[in-house]
């Protein structure tokens, strides 16, 4: 329809309303104020325990179509933690929401105006007020206790042993590096970037970064029940690891290194299963605002066995061989460098 | 408190005759006014709120309009629309939004339904109609600031409704704007001259609201009538009190934040830029932290949205109580529980930044903080319900509203203790349970105790009443509607969906949602379009409104109604009334009436309460 139609016809209902609602008065003036009054105020009165109803019953039904698109169950040890408190927090604010509504809408319909009751004059109970404080500061003490239990958990120091994967975000895709045979992070800093072939800005003269595997489009591969920690950098603003199956996520921010652990519990293959979609997949969502492509950095997170991951770094190259063919070695991939491993802490920026 | 100051409101006005800028003369009729100083560089209270309101309602208008567009794009992310080039232009070429002009709408509608409708189109209009009227002054202490105040906004809205219109478009960065993605023009196109225009534009409401509030601050204090103690104020002036308090302590940070913002722009500063590499250079700037902006702006964020709550909920007192024909029950504990919201207001603000990569320990101080604050908000729900217990009450459209308020404040509320509980905001964050989250408790519910004082005041701001029936329809509408639009929002985001997306559709996570993102945007336009029958019936009423011939029509108790029916400069014609009881005496007065204004003297063997 055009706009200028449809534009005459919203000028018409509000018109058309507007006449209605005149004559409305008119009635009103022609029953006697008093009486009109009355017999509205009765069937808004009424209208209360409509809405009420229609309140419950749309939650009802909101409920039953929403579950089944929602997420399957978490895929983490600390995202079983986050579900859990989602359903103590959900139990003590659903009951105070069905409490403290019902009580609304039925003391809005009872109380409504009657000739033959006063209302009460009742000004204030100090004894109540000491009942509703404290029995919200009772409920805050225990959503709080439950709720730092967890947070310290997951903000804690990963457990020794984890896995390392670096994650950087960039408009508008993810970068993921892993830090090969070594088992180290090679360092990096910001001037050393180029798009050519040093997306993360490596220092090549840190020999821990020549076995490091750079994928550019972010993938996470993960071994099922081992923890990983994710290194979380970005190169330009602020973007953020979101990870909604395993029900976490952490900023990324330029000139800052973020770190987030957790442990996978479910594989992708075995998801598939319990979700009954083949085409499941995990993904990661960038989810802090970053530009105009922030809807479109999405990476495929691939939960999979030991001896699965083995096999797919069997097959990667490292990004310096990838970029300076003459550093290949001979057979293997990648070569372990003498000093490796021992001792050397994770190097970074 | 201190009656000594109310004497001495007397002093304050004999002084103000004495300035050459002054206008009013008491009591005698007023010396004819330029039109320009009457309506246009008026500093006369009423006139000023009238302005604030007006302007506040062009701003809900264009971003609400703006809400539309992005859901016609959220919903139907396979069609193109007409209208959308209609509006937009180049930006949606062949009815098909640009991304890049998504977040403009997007953080546009933000900023301006935050800032300039419901902080200047809330606290603006009403701090300046009631206070004066429901302490018993002539006008606020400085009438000349708070001409000023309003022309702040008013340029301020000029140049924020320019950035919709520049080359490179408005500012894309939400309405949060955190650089670096805000500081480097580089990043988006919304981050060029669009981005300097909203900076600026802030700054100028920065000073209107800070001018404000002072002058909300002073008068309060100091220019209450003969026997209005502080605790004989209505819970509307209360509310309006502490909210300029807010605004005095947290605005200037905001203002800090911008400046930085700028210098980092434009000065080669890096306060908020370290290690930076973006087109194809790695930028010089080093030592920054992207964060610390986050903290200069949470700082106001969070007592901003506070700011936003505190007025909605002294009309909602002060609208359940008269319509009840009931006190407030809990008038003290409600003065408390505004005083523990308010402190705690500054105390909470890093909730919003706990996946920022900020120390767990911190983190857990302000879970604790945060979870604080739901306290005395509980307090102040339970004191509505035991209100409008056994009272007697006219469900006129003010009352509609007030009630749809707390029903939303509760629905709302509720949902931040999900969000400040970081375990599950780490989860929850950036998700569109936040986006259900702040829209219901402060899109909606805010927003109904702004439309109950609309329509609760407006017989003394234009003497005519707005028409009842379309404010029924207006009602009924907005409330099933809202909840249609933001309630199943609440499931999207347990199922992780992140807000500020353009498309869903290829993701395997959350293309299950396009159905209901269909709906929701339909029940947008729905909601959107009884806005504007409000708007219709606001300004047809003020010509064609029902007449007040009652100079208290709701019967009342509060000062504003003593005026009479069309009050001029100066209010009260003649002395200002002298004040004998607090503002909830609704009970029978013994001459067949179930109210007693607070000028009443208190009868032979009736004890003050």
Not at chain 1, 158 to 175: C, D, H, L, R, T
């Amino acid at each position: 329809m055009s706009g200028l139609l449809l534009v005459l016809l919203v000028a018409l209902i509000f018109v058309v309303l507007y006449q209605v609602s005149r004559s409305s008065e008119l009635v009103a003036s022609i029953q006697g104020e008093e009486n009109f009054d009355r017999k509205r105020n009765k069937l808004l009165g009424f209208s209360m325990l409509i809405l009420f109803v229609a309140l419950m019953v749309g939650i009802f039904a909101c409920h039953r179509y929403m579950m089944p698109l929602m997420a399957p169950e978490a895929a983490s040890d600390h995202g079983k933690d986050v579900d859990f408190m989602f359903i103590v927090t959900l139990s003590v604010t659903g009951l105070v929401f069905f409490i403290t509504q019902t009580l609304l809408f039925w003391f809005a319909y009872k109380y409504q105006r009657d000739e033959n009751r006063k209302a009460m004059f009742f000004s204030h109970s100090n004894k109540l007020e000491m009942i509703w404080t404290t029995i919200p500061a009772v409920a805050m003490a225990v959503l709080v206790a439950i709720g730092l239990k967890a947070w310290f958990k997951m903000t804690g120091d990963a457990p020794k042993g984890a896995m390392q994967i670096e994650m950087v975000g960039k408009q508008f895709n993810w970068i993921s590096r892993y830090p090969g045979p070594d088992g180290v992070l090679g360092k990096r800093y910001f001037t050393n970037i180029n798009d050519k072939d040093n997306v993360l800005g490596q220092d090549w003269a840190d020999k821990a970064n020549l076995d490091d595997i750079v994928l550019q489009n972010g993938e996470l591969r993960l071994i099922k029940d081992k923890p990983v920690e994710l290194i979380i950098g970005s190169r330009d603003v602020i973007h953020d690891v979101g990870l909604s199956h395993f029900r976490l996520k952490m900023d990324a921010v330029p000139g800052i290194t973020t770190r987030i652990w957790f442990t996978p519990t479910i594989t992708t293959s075995e998801m598939k299963k319990i979700t009954g979609n083949e085409n499941f997949v995990y993904e990661v969502s960038c989810d802090q605002m970053c530009g105009k492509g922030h809807y479109s950095m999405r990476a495929i997170v691939v939960v999979e066995t030991e001896a699965e991951h083995k096999a797919w770094l069997a097959k990667q190259q490292s990004y310096y061989v990838q970029n300076h063919p003459e550093a290949a070695p001979a057979a293997a991939p990648a070569a372990a460098p003498a000093d490796s491993a021992a001792g050397k802490k994770l190097t970074m920026n | 408190m201190s009656n000594e100051a109310t004497l001495h409101s007397h002093d304050v006005h004999t002084h103000h005759g004495e300035h050459g800028h002054e206008h009013h003369d008491h009591g005698h009729h007023e010396h004819k006014q330029h039109f320009l100083t009457k309506y246009v560089f008026s500093m006369d209270h009423k006139i000023i709120s009238r302005q604030f309101l007006i302007t506040g309602i062009f701003w809900a208008i264009a971003g609400g309009l703006m809400s539309v567009f992005f859901r016609l794009q959220l919903g139907f992310p396979e069609s193109t629309f007409a209208v959308l080039e209609k509006f937009l232009g180049e930006w949606a070429r062949g009815g098909k939004m640009d991304p890049e002009m998504y977040y403009g709408l997007v953080t546009i509608h933000g900023t301006v339904l935050v800032f300039f409708v419901l902080t200047g189109g809330l606290s603006g209009t009403f701090s300046n109609l009631l206070i004066p009227l429901q302490i018993g002054a002539r006008d606020m202490a400085s009438p000349f600031l708070n001409m000023l105040s309003y022309w702040f906004f008013a340029v301020a809205s000029v140049i924020m409704f320019s950035s919709l219109f520049v080359n490179t478009g408005p500012a894309s960065g939400g309405w949060t704007t955190y650089p670096p993605l805000s500081a480097l023009k580089e990043a988006s196109m919304g981050s060029g001259i669009g981005m300097d225009l909203w900076l600026v534009s802030m700054a100028l409401f920065i000073v209107s609201s800070l001018l404000g509030g002072l002058n909300y601050i002073v008068t309060i204090l100091n220019m209450r009538t003969k026997g209005m103690s502080m605790t004989r104020m209505p819970l509307t002036i209360w509310a309006f009190l502490f909210t300029a308090v807010l605004g005095v302590l947290s605005f200037p940070v905001l203002l800090s934040a911008a400046v930085l913002l700028l210098m980092d722009r434009h000065a080669g500063t890096s306060f908020y830029l370290s290690e930076v590499y973006i087109a194809g250079k790695a930028l010089p700037n080093v030592g920054g932290s992207a964060i610390l902006y986050q903290h200069l702006f949470w700082f106001l964020g969070h007592p901003e949205v506070y700011i936003i709550m505190l007025p909605a909920m002294g009309m909602a007192s002060e609208i359940l109580s008269c319509h009840s024909r009931k006190p407030i029950f809990g008038y003290m504990a409600m003065i408390l529980s505004l005083i523990g919201i308010t402190v705690l207001a500054f105390l909470v603000w890093a909730h919003h930044m706990f996946v920022t990569g900020m120390s767990p320990f911190l983190g857990g101080v302000f879970v604790l903080l945060t979870l604080l604050i739901a306290i005395p908000s509980a307090v102040k729900v339970f004191n509505w319900l035991t209100t409008i217990w056994r009272g007697n009450i006219r469900f006129t459209v003010p009352m509609m509203f007030a009630l749809g308020f707390v029903s939303l404040f509760i629905s709302g509320g509720l949902t931040g203790l999900f969000l400040g509980n970081s375990a599950l905001d780490i989860h929850l964050h950036d998700t569109y349970f936040v986006i259900a989250h702040f829209h219901i408790v402060m899109g909606i519910s805010a927003f109904f105790g702004m439309f109950a004082g609309i329509y609760h005041w407006f017989p003394k701001m234009y003497g005519r009443f707005m028409n009842n029936t379309m404010g029924y329809i207006h009602f009924f509408i907005t409330f099933i509607g809202s909840y249609v639009i933001f309630w199943p929002m609440h499931y999207e985001g347990v199922a992780g969906m992140p807000r500020r997306y353009y498309d869903y559709s290829s993701w395997e996570s959350f293309k299950q949602f396009a159905e209901l993102n269909q709906m929701i945007s339909v029940a947008a336009i729905i909601v959107f379009f009884a806005q504007l029958l409000f708007v219709f019936n606001y300004f047809v009423s003020i010509w064609k409104g029902k007449k007040v011939t009652d100079p208290n029509p709701w019967k009342a108790n509060s000062l504003e109604w003593t005026t009479p029916i069309n009050a001029g400069h100066g209010n009260w014609e003649g002395e200002i009334p002298e004040v004998h009881r607090w503002a909830y005496d609704y009970k029978d007065d013994g001459n067949g009436n179930d109210f007693i204004p607070q000028t009443v003297p208190l009868r032979d063997g009736e004890e003050a309460h």
